[in-house]
């Protein structure tokens, strides 16, 4: 993982310290789902799923359950994965920001999707 943004809905992009890759580094781990309990990340896949029979499940979300107020890291992680197995990790430090984000990447994921059902039923 090389950088990690999270997105503001007044402010835009900002990039974050590479959380991830710290704590990769500190516990010697790499399976991404114990990096993220590590962090206390918790998978909401209840909320938001769009499942692709080809992507998969390319948006994800995780809520982090410290308090915000005496963390430095983002409420919301989102899991991106639009493309294959190329995976990136967005933040959002509050719901509306987590909405916005939402509004952004979901029409990419229903491109894709869109365009690998028109390959698929061409295919045949």
């Not at 899991?79 to 920001?97: H, K």
Request: glycine fraction near 4%; include cysteine.
């Amino acid at each position: 993982m090389s950088e990690i943004w999270s997105f503001d809905y007044k402010n835009g992009w900002q990039r974050e310290n590479d959380f991830i890759d710290r704590i990769v580094a500190l516990h010697q781990e790499d399976d991404i789902s114990k990096v993220l309990k590590i962090l206390e990340y918790n998978s909401t896949s209840g909320i938001y799923a769009m499942n692709d029979n080809i992507l998969g499940d390319p948006i994800k979300i995780y809520v982090n359950s410290r308090d915000s107020k005496n963390t430095t890291l983002p409420k919301y992680l989102i899991e991106f994965s639009p493309i294959g197995d190329e995976v990136e990790y967005l933040g959002a430090r509050n719901l509306p920001s987590l909405i916005e984000l939402l509004n952004k990447l979901t029409p990419l994921v229903t491109a894709t999707t869109v365009c690998d059902y028109i390959n698929d039923k061409y295919a045949k």
